[in-house]
C-alpha cells in the first residue's frame, strides 16, 4: 500500500493536465466539443454523473458513491462489470492498483472508502492516447492524456509516497 504524506500531498496539487475551470455544466460542455472518442476514465461520482449528462460514456468508471468524501452520490449506469475493492483516504491499496492494471472497456471500478488518489494508477495503466477525468473541487475539472511523459511524472511522484505493509 502507498500512503500520501507531507511532503507527497504537495505534489499532487500542481496539475499536469488541462485544466478547464467554471461551473458545472460548462468544463463538461467544453470538454465534449474537444473530445475524439478518445478512451475515458472518469474518476469520482460527479465527474462520471456529468460526462453522461453531456453525453459522453466513459469506458472506464472509477467511483465511491460520494461527493466531497460525505455527500451522498447516486445514479444508475447500466452495461459496466462492477467490481468493488477497498481503499481508505490518502492511498493507493494493492487493491486499486491491480484494479487498474486489469483495467478494461465497460468497467466500473466501485470504492469502498475513496477514489481520491485513483486517478495515478489510472495514468499508469491506460492504454496510450486514453484520456483520465477527474473533479477539482469547486474549480472544474482537469483532463490528462496518458503520454509517455505524463506516466513519467506520475511514476516520479508516486516513488516519493510512503510504502506500508
Given at each position: 500500500m502507498l500512503r500520501l504524506t507531507e511532503e507527497t500531498r504537495d505534489l499532487f496539487k500542481k496539475h499536469i493536465g488541462r485544466v478547464i475551470k467554471g461551473e458545472i455544466p460548462y468544463p463538461y460542455i467544453e470538454f465534449k466539443k474537444s473530445y475524439k472518442n478518445e478512451f475515458i476514465i472518469s474518476v469520482g461520482?460527479?465527474?462520471?454523473?456529468?460526462?453522461?449528462?453531456?453525453?459522453?460514456?466513459?469506458?472506464?468508471?472509477?467511483?465511491?458513491?460520494?461527493?466531497?468524501r460525505t455527500k451522498k452520490e447516486e445514479f444508475e449506469i447500466e452495461g459496466y462489470?462492477?467490481?468493488?475493492?477497498?481503499?481508505?483516504?490518502?492511498?493507493?491499496?494493492?487493491?486499486?492498483?491491480?484494479?487498474?492494471?486489469?483495467?478494461?472497456?465497460k468497467q466500473k471500478i466501485f470504492i469502498e472508502g475513496e477514489e481520491d488518489l485513483a486517478s495515478l494508477p489510472a495514468i499508469l495503466f491506460a492504454p496510450p492516447g486514453a484520456l483520465i477525468i477527474y473533479g477539482i473541487p469547486g474549480e472544474g475539472i482537469e483532463i490528462i492524456e496518458a503520454n509517455e511523459n505524463n506516466k513519467k511524472i506520475v511514476r516520479e511522484s508516486i516513488e516519493k509516497m510512503e510504502v506500508k505493509k
Open positions: 461520482d460527479v465527474v462520471t454523473k456529468n460526462l453522461i449528462r453531456v453525453g459522453i460514456k466513459p469506458d472506464l468508471i472509477v467511483i465511491d458513491g460520494k461527493s466531497m462489470e462492477e467490481i468493488r475493492i477497498k481503499n481508505p483516504p490518502g492511498t493507493i491499496t494493492d487493491e486499486l492498483w491491480e484494479a487498474m492494471k486489469r483495467m478494461k472497456q
